[in-house]
Nanobody
């Protein structure tokens, strides 16, 4: 099995900065994609940013230019650097990974437990 453990959530003021981290552990042969999703109360879970093992990144329009996703393939970690957050960024943020546990096996999707981010003055 694979576990994703997030850290770094909390309260941040608008215009401040916050860094979320996620570490994957367990039976991992390779990770092809890691991402951050978020879900605000009453809304659907949405993609915030993703990065492939080849370092190709994709961002939601709402965070483009403010958030940066980075990853360490050797450490199986991903981080989300949140700059100039806005109140509408308030949500539970979830780490996500697509993992192969064996070289000849299929890929599986895994989720972290989520970490609350609240943007408020």
């Amino acid at each position: 099995q694979v576990q994703l453990v997030e850290s770094g959530g909390g309260l941040v003021q608008p215009g401040g900065s916050l860094r979320l981290s996620c570490a994957a552990s367990g039976t991992i042969f390779s990770i092809s994609n890691m991402a951050w999703y978020r879900q605000a109360p009453g809304k659907q879970r949405e993609l915030v940013a993703q990065v492939t093992s080849g370092k190709i990144t994709k961002y939601a329009d709402s965070v483009q230019g403010r958030f940066t996703i980075s990853s360490d393939n050797a450490q199986n970690t991903v981080a989300l650097h949140m700059n100039s957050p806005k109140p509408e960024d308030t949500a539970v943020y979830y780490c996500y990974a697509i993992v192969k546990m064996r070289y000849d096996g299929p890929s599986y999707q895994f989720w972290g437990q989520g970490t609350q981010v609240t943007v408020s003055s």
